[in-house]
Nanobody, 124 residues
């Protein structure tokens, strides 16, 4: 059974940092590209970043590329999102997702399984 579990969310002050984790199970993590996305209250899903299986290619939204950093550790079946200089508008539920097919180049919008999300709240 494919499962993705996000953690690391919580409350942060503006300017603060959080490091989100996404632990994968039920599939061969190292064969798949992965994605981070978020959904703010009352808004649609916003794509943030994606990373190919060997970390050689990253695709990061222009809106966060100077503050958010995506990485993965295939030995730990885990993907990370380091978020720095957080802003109130970063308040959202953050999700990770698995790409639909193994060994494919990363493609935005191609994912089939989502985690349950982790809440991030940025306020003073």
């Amino acid at each position: 059974q494919v499962q993705l579990v996000e953690s690391g969310g919580g409350w942060a002050q503006p300017g603060g940092s959080l490091n989100l984790s996404c632990v994968a199970s039920g599939f061969k993590f190292s064969d798949y590209s992965m994605t981070w996305a978020r959904q703010a209250p009352g808004k649609g899903l916003e794509w943030l970043a994606g990373l190919e299986r060997d970390s050689k290619y990253k695709d990061v939204s222009d809106f966060v590329k100077d503050r958010f950093f995506i990485s993965r550790d295939n030995a730990k079946n885990t993907m990370y999102l380091q978020m720095n200089n957080l802003k109130p508008e970063d308040t959202a539920v953050y999700y990770c997702a698995k790409s639909s097919y193994p060994f494919r180049p990363y493609a935005r919008g191609e994912y089939d399984t989502w985690g349950q999300g982790t809440q991030v709240t940025v306020s003073s």
